[in-house]
T-cell receptor, first 111, second 112 residues
Framework: DQQVKQNSPSLSVQEGRISILNCDYTNSMFDYFLWYKKYPAEGPTFLISISSIKDKNEDGRFTVFLNKSAKHLSLHIVPSQPGDSAVYFC??????????FGTGTSLTVIP | ETGVTQSPTHLIKTRGQQVTLRCSSQSGHNTVSWYQQALGQGPQFIFQYYREEENGRGNFPPRFSGLQFPNYSSELNVNALLLGDSALYLC???????????FGPGTRLLVL
């Protein structure tokens, strides 16, 4: 039962352009959402999070948008840089007690 | 401030054996969660420990068990290993902002 889904396994973007990574969820009880970046042979690195009481959160080049009615969140990276090339996971939680991860989207930023 | 560390980095076991994986949480963090990540999949939640007590469990059988120590480090034990247990096992710790977890590099387990 995949409660968090990332339907795009891969994405390629030109350097300097916007990268948009998408994530859908099914459980309306989720109240916190996170994005992680993962390089090969490393653990996931926390990027940015958003509470269900907000619809947008920004941190530098990274912005996360939450659309609760559509049960959809997205991560925008502007401008994209080659160092952003990695696998991105979205995750959702109910009160931080249990976390559900998507299957990941592999982002390639082309110089 | 040290990050989350895990040991060993790699491990090879045979079916039926038992394995213990270890995790040291980030300084000041009192919550540790364990995940299993199969190839091409996202991390799957195994369980979480908060101040030495289990604080949530995912859909994993009882042969997956854990422990958290007074210094908040943690162990994951898996008994009666199956081929399907081959995966990357990730440990994550969190502290004041409990929903922000910080991951270790993982232990790659291969069951033959």
């Amino acid at each position: 039962d995949q409660q968090v889904k990332q339907n795009s396994p891969s994405l390629s973007v030109q350097e300097g352009r916007i990268s948009i990574l998408n994530c859908d969820y099914t459980n309306s009880m989720f109240d916190y959402f996170l994005w992680y970046k993962k390089y090969p042979a490393e653990g996931p690195t926390f990027l940015i999070s958003i509470s269900s009481i907000k619809d947008k959160n920004e941190d530098g080049r990274f912005t996360v948008f939450l659309n609760k009615s559509a049960k959809h969140l997205s991560l925008h990276i502007v401008p994209s840089q080659p160092g952003d090339s990695a696998v991105y996971f979205c995750a959702a939680s109910i009160t931080g007690n249990q976390f559900y991860f998507g299957t990941g989207t592999s982002l390639t930023v082309i110089p | 401030e040290t990050g989350v560390t895990q040991s060993p980095t790699h491990l090879i076991k045979t079916r039926g054996q038992q394995v213990t994986l270890r995790c040291s949480s980030q300084s000041g963090h009192n919550t540790v969660s364990w995940y299993q990540q199969a190839l091409g999949q996202g991390p799957q939640f195994i369980f979480q420990y908060y101040r030495e007590e289990e604080n949530g469990r995912g859909n994993f059988p009882p042969r997956f068990s854990g422990l958290q120590f007074p210094n908040y480090s943690s162990e994951l034990n898996v008994n009666a290993l199956l081929l399907g247990d081959s995966a990357l096992y990730l440990c994550a710790s969190s502290g004041g902002s409990i929903v922000t977890q910080y991951f270790g590099p993982g232990t790659r387990l291969l069951v033959l």
